[in-house]
Every structure is written in structure tokens, then in C-alpha cells.
T-cell receptor
Framework: SQQGEEDPQALSIQEGENATMNCSYKTSINNLQWYRQNSGRGLVHLILIRSNEREKHSGRLRVTLDTSKKSSSLLITASRAADTASYFC?????????FGKGTRLSVIA | DGGITQSPKYLFRKEGQNVTLSCEQNLNHDAMYWYRQDPGQGLRLIYYSQIVNDFQKGDIAEGYSVSREKKESFPLTVTSAQKNPTAFYLCASSGTGGDYGYTFGSGTRLTVV
């Protein structure tokens, strides 16, 4: 069962712009995580936000969580061509992580 | 360097064959997981194990089997009962009892020929 749903499915921006991806989920969670996947590679953990947190930062990444709306957003500031990848949200409850289908981000130099 | 290693990177299976995908970690993680990724489908959980000699079925376990005889190893066998095995298989590991991110291997791409 896939709980997280990312929006948009694909996003294309110019280098230097900000990229925002959204994730909605259906049931209560312990935490929500964001991962990055370059084409044909494994996933890399980016950031984890707990259910009692509202915002978290890591470098150029900013994640927000609204448990009342069951939604999260990932903001990548000052994007670079190297940020081109697929980004997945994953929710953690009483089972292993449940992943969404991802957002494909293309950053054009 | 600590990490998680999947092998082989590419695997070809003939109809009716069983094949085994290897996953080894040296992170001292208790939990290990197998996910399947199809184009545009995201990741779906096949099996997971939270402790040696124990494992649970995920959402799409039919046609797959696993073992967890050692903490470091969690091999996945794709049996002939799996009718559509062509996919990208990802192994991951994590700590347990708290909020942990997963560490993923680089994946095995399985193709039926």
C-alpha cells in the first residue's frame, strides 16, 4: 500500500531557482522522511521530521510537516544541476517505511 | 567504510528459474528490507526482518522468499512463481526502536529473458 503521494509528478526549473515538492499521506505517522534517487541508483536519505515537529532544515533543504492536513513539503533552495533526481517521501508508522511514487526534478543549467 | 552492498548489479533470469539476490550490510543494523521498484510505481515492500531468524511479509511477498541467518545478510530469492519479476530491487537496512532513516544499497536490475 502506498501512503505518500507526491505532487507534482515532474518539475523542471532553471538553476538557481527554488524547487518545492509536496507529499500527502492518509494515516497517522511517527515520522516522515524524504529521500533522493539518481537514475538507476539506490535511494539516499535526506531528512527526517518527527510527527511533533513542524519544520526542519538541513543545508539547502527545508521540510515542513502539517499533521492536521497530513501533508509535508520539501523545499530545495538555490537549485543546482546536480539536484536533478527523483525525490520520494516516506512515512513511518508501525510498519516499515511506505513510499510515494516520487517527484522527478530536472534542474536546467 | 560502512555500507550496504547488493550483488549482482544486473541479473538475467530465464523463465522457470529461481534466482537469488544478495544483500550484505556492515552497519550493525538490526532491520533489513527488500523493496521492488517498477517505473512510475515508487517502492513496494516485499519482505522485511527486524531480527536474525525472523522475517515478515510485505505488501507483495508472493513469488519471493528470504532468509535471515546472519545479522549482516538478507538474501532474496525470486522464484518461478513470480510471474512478472522484471524490476529494480532495492535492499535497505536501519536501526530499530527509534526514528531512523534507511540506508539503501545500489540495487539489482533483474530482467527475464
Amino acid at each position: 500500500s502506498q501512503q505518500g503521494e507526491e505532487d507534482p509528478q515532474a518539475l523542471s526549473i532553471q538553476e538557481g531557482e527554488n524547487a518545492t515538492m509536496n507529499c500527502s499521506y492518509k494515516t497517522s505517522i511517527n515520522n516522515l522522511q524524504w529521500y533522493r534517487q539518481n537514475s538507476g541508483r539506490g535511494l539516499v536519505h535526506l531528512i527526517l521530521i518527527r510527527s511533533n515537529e513542524r519544520e526542519k532544515h538541513s543545508g539547502r533543504l527545508r521540510v515542513t510537516l502539517d499533521t492536521s492536513k497530513k501533508s509535508s513539503s520539501l523545499l530545495i533552495t538555490a537549485s543546482r544541476a546536480a539536484d536533478t533526481a527523483s525525490y520520494f517521501c516516506a512515512t513511518s508508522g508501525n510498519t516499515p517505511l511506505v513510499f510515494g511514487k516520487g517527484t522527478r526534478l530536472s534542474v536546467i543549467a | 567504510d560502512g555500507g550496504i552492498t547488493q550483488s549482482p548489479k544486473y541479473l538475467f533470469r530465464k523463465e522457470g528459474q529461481n534466482v537469488t539476490l544478495s544483500c550484505e550490510q556492515n552497519l550493525n543494523h538490526d532491520a533489513m528490507y527488500w523493496y521492488r521498484q517498477d517505473p512510475g510505481q515508487g517502492l513496494r515492500l516485499i519482505y522485511y526482518s527486524q531480527i536474525v531468524n525472523d522475517f515478515q511479509k510485505g505488501d507483495i511477498a508472493e513469488g519471493y522468499s528470504v532468509s535471515r541467518e546472519k545479522k549482516e545478510s538478507f538474501p532474496l530469492t525470486v522464484t518461478s512463481a513470480q510471474k512478472n519479476p522484471t524490476a529494480f530491487y532495492l535492499c535497505a537496512s536501519s536501526g530499530t526502536g527509534g526514528d531512523y532513516g534507511y540506508t539503501f544499497g545500489s540495487g539489482t536490475r533483474l530482467t527475464v529473458v
